[in-house]
């Protein structure tokens, strides 16, 4: 059995247990998932504040909804989705207020204060870039890069066709071949 | 060894075998061209470079307290810092009230009538004790207290007991949708809807609840069908028609279907004109859609419904190409609908329609166009008439004379004014006009006196009449100093018709005028200036010809013919005195027989006695 499928069925074992009612079993899933999911959504939207937001609310609507979860996809793939479609509002709704109010700089934005000042050049670079990323190649991308998560999988926590998945990906590296090329010659 | 750019794989294929996602034989297949092209090795290997530079960025480490942060939200619901969205907002939860008030009325409703609603079949529980059950939600959503202060439950075991009191999914959906305004936009519903369906995996996508709830009664499934088609057009089609054709809501449905695809539009549109009760709304819509193939319907829906004459219209002229324009102009001659309007709104192609078709009919069958060509005021359609009249002119019969003469005093302006003209210089000088004044005041002095210049430079006798003439009924007083300049000028040639003008004018200004021209040089001209007077007609000019009647024996017979013409018995003393001149005796003795009623012998001093006899304030 390969590590990914004995984390599949750790799983499986804990949704069953959380749908029954068993507090400890959803603690367990959170204790294994919060801090990849972290991550991924950290690196989706580049704020901590935003991320502790947006993580609170998917573990809430995991809490409100697992009873219902029929495990159709995997845990970790319904929990991306339900992240992603947190991120993917609170994207939509930054982007409205920007197109009514000037956007400042993006690493303002981004950056807070002294974590601008530990990543380097290049850490600053790459986060610019997938910053600039529209939301379903960033999402994408970083299902891909990060996640390391196939391009079927990735179609099932966006609710994409894979092949769409794919054109999205090939846009995002086109477009972050682009912004980083300078390091990439380097 | 190199292949060419032609050779190599498509971009997403030599991805695909970057993320090892291809089999088989095409994996074979583009391993073996990597081998060979350099270009495909440089382009994987920087892909290979920019995976690796963007992993440089590190994961970001949550601090160590981020489980239990979750596991407390999670723990105490009612505290947690991010609401479900039916709390996040006061407003939200009175509209959801409301909602839920008007979901309970129309079951209410439906129970009392025994409907066996379509609805309730769908969603028993709602059937079973929709009042009691919304008026209860109406009681919690309604205390303030309870949802702004989100009191600590007790120890909870199972977390799933701590969730706020709430509806039936479906009714929370249909609450949603009650409260659910277009102005809103869609957006924020349609999120709501996410977030339901989600959390409620078992009703479906927000796809699939607004497709089901569309085909029901009520306000939520009107709202529904619109959000549904606002959002998703193109999934919606088959959803709209089911309610078109199943009659649950049909206007809405022919309210929407122009958002669908043509051919949906297409079915429910042609349907909906066959239906007596849609059709109004029906036609409005085939005005937006602009499509001619449905001009011979609306044609024959006006024949039978004139009421609809003006909403058929306004879609007729929405729909592009001169096929409409037709319709509009049968309309028209129908007397369904007033053309006018539609037609000025569409400018000058319908203007430039019109004159085509003025052009390629006689003018018996052109009637329509000028009329409409004329009400429009469009000044091209003079030259198209003025051609038409030197064309036919010796046949035109008098109804078509009068179409011309209206629709050119209509259009107005010089030109018209100018070739209305024309018309004169067949009624003569003194004849009875065909024009009726009342054609003339829609002509300013200005046009007038252009008709004046134009008369000093014409070589046909004939126009020069004709455009004097019209000049004077045009500018009645206005003109009366330049025409009296023309009588007494230097080109002789215009003393007789300027003469004859003044008398044309109607005007007690030309009095005066034509008075001091019985005094010209010239007989001819003295001639004319009593027949003006005569067609004046104003007692005023009496004196003037009486004493001219005792001076100028030549002038006898214009003279008497004026007095008689007058009609007035401020003439008997001179008309007696004419009895004294044999040359004129008759028509004089004639006139005062006319104008008295009395019967005496054409001697002077038989009428003399007789008007001694009359009490002097008669005469």
């Not at chain 1, 109010?101 to 790459?126: K, Q």
């Not at chain 1, 990906?169 to 086109?174: D, G, P, S, V, W």
């Not at chain 2, 810092?81 to 409301?98: K, Y």
Request: overall charge negative; glycine content about 6%.
């Amino acid at each position: 059995m390969t590590t990914t499928e004995a984390s599949l069925q750790l799983d499986d074992r804990s949704v069953a247990a959380a749908k029954a009612g068993s507090l400890e079993a959803f603690e367990e899933l959170v204790r294994r998932h919060a801090r990849p999911l972290y991550a991924y959504l950290h690196r989706l939207c580049g704020d901590r504040q935003e991320t502790e937001d947006l993580i609170q609310e998917t573990w809430l609507r995991v809490h409100k909804a697992i009873e219902r979860f029929e495990g159709r996809s995997s845990f970790r793939t319904w929990l991306y989705r339900i992240a992603t479609n947190r991120f993917r509002e609170t994207y939509a709704k930054k982007r409205r207020r920007e197109r009514l109010a000037p956007a400042p700089e993006p690493d303002e934005v981004r950056s807070e204060p002294g974590e601008s000042m530990r990543l380097g050049e290049l850490e600053t670079a790459v986060r610019s870039a997938i910053d600039r990323l529209p939301g379903k190649q960033r999402s994408v991308a970083v299902l891909s890069i990060y996640e390391e998560l196939t391009p079927r999988d990735i179609a099932e926590v966006l609710g994409l066709k894979a092949e769409t998945v794919r054109v999205h990906l090939h846009l995002a590296r086109k477009r972050l071949q682009r912004d980083l090329d300078p390091f990439l010659e380097a | 060894m190199n292949t060419t750019p032609r050779d190599c794989p498509a971009p997403l294929i030599l991805e695909a075998h970057f993320d090892g996602l291809l089999e088989g034989q095409e994996r074979q297949s583009v391993r073996r061209h990597v081998k060979r092209c350099a270009a495909c090795r440089a382009e994987l290997d920087r892909l290979d470079r920019l995976t690796k530079l963007c992993r440089v960025l590190p994961a970001s480490e949550a601090d160590a307290g981020l489980e239990a942060r979750i596991l407390t939200v999670l723990g105490a619901t009612p505290a947690r810092p991010v609401l479900p969205w039916h709390q996040r907002r006061p407003l939200r939860v009175a509209a959801l009230a409301a909602a839920v008030f008007v979901l309970a009325v129309l079951a209410w409703w439906l129970n009392r009538d025994g409907v066996d609603s379509e609805s309730l079949r769908r969603t028993p529980e709602l059937a079973e004790e929709p009042a009691a059950r919304a008026t209860d939600e109406l009681v919690k959503v309604e205390e303030p207290e309870e949802i702004e202060e989100f009191p600590q439950p007790p120890e909870l075991e199972d977390p799933s007991e701590v969730r706020p009191p709430r509806l039936e999914p479906r009714d929370e959906a249909r609450a949603l949708l009650v409260a659910w305004s277009a102005e809103d936009g869609v957006d924020e519903t349609w999120r709501a809807l996410n977030e339901l369906s989600e959390t409620h995996p078992e009703i479906g996508s927000a796809t699939r609840l607004l497709r089901e709830l569309g085909t029901e009664t009520g306000p939520a499934a009107v709202n529904a069908l619109r959000l549904f088609v606002a959002h998703e057009p193109s999934k919606a089609g088959r959803t709209v028609e089911q309610v078109f054709d199943e009659s649950i809501h049909p206007e809405v449905a022919l309210e929407l279907c122009l958002k669908l695809t043509p051919a949906r539009a297409r079915r429910i549109l042609s349907e909906a004109l066959t239906r007596p009760e849609l059709q109004e709304i029906a036609i409005r819509q085939i005005g937006e859609f602009g499509d001619p193939e449905y001009l011979s319907a609306l044609q024959e829906i006006a024949l039978e419904r004139p009421e609809l004459g003006d909403v058929i219209r306004s879609a007729v002229q929405q729909i592009p190409g001169t096929d409409s324009l037709d319709v509009l102009l049968e309309l028209h001659a129908r007397g369904s609908t007033n053309a006018v309007p539609a037609l000025f709104s569409l400018g000058e192609p319908a203007f430039q329609y019109l004159r085509n078709r003025l052009e390629n009919r006689r003018l018996e069958e052109a009637s329509l166009e000028i009329e409409l060509l004329s009400r429009l005021g469009d000044r091209p359609t003079v030259g198209l008439l003025s051609e038409r009249i030197d064309r036919i002119h010796q046949n035109l019969t008098s109804d078509e004379r009068t179409i011309l003469a209206v629709a050119l005093s209509r259009i107005g302006g010089f030109e018209a004014a100018r070739t209305l003209a024309r018309f004169l210089r067949e009624d003569g000088a003194y004849g009875s006009s065909s024009l009726d004044p009342s054609l003339l005041l829609s002509f300013d002095s200005d046009v007038a006196a252009g008709l004046i210049v134009q008369a000093g430079e014409s070589a046909n006798p004939f126009e020069r009449a004709a455009l004097l003439r019209l000049a004077a009924l045009i500018g009645r007083g206005d003109v009366v100093g330049e025409l009296f300049e023309l009588a007494r000028g230097r080109d002789r040639r215009l003393h007789l018709p300027a003469i004859e003008a003044l008398g044309e004018t109607g005007a007690a200004q030309a009095v005066g005028p034509l008075g001091q021209l019985l005094s010209s040089t010239r007989g001819d001209d003295r001639r004319a200036a009593i027949r003006a007077l005569a067609r004046l007609g104003d007692v005023a000019a009496v004196p003037r010809l009486a004493e001219l009647l005792r001076r100028d024996a030549r002038l006898r017979p214009e003279i008497v013919e004026a007095l008689t013409s007058f009609d007035s018995e401020s003439t008997i003393p001179s008309l007696i005195q004419a009895l004294s001149y044999r040359d004129v005796r008759d028509r004089a003795h004639a006139g005062l027989v006319t104008l008295t009623g009395v019967e005496l012998p054409a001697r002077a001093k038989d009428w003399e006695r007789w008007l001694a006899e009359q009490p002097r304030e008669e005469h």
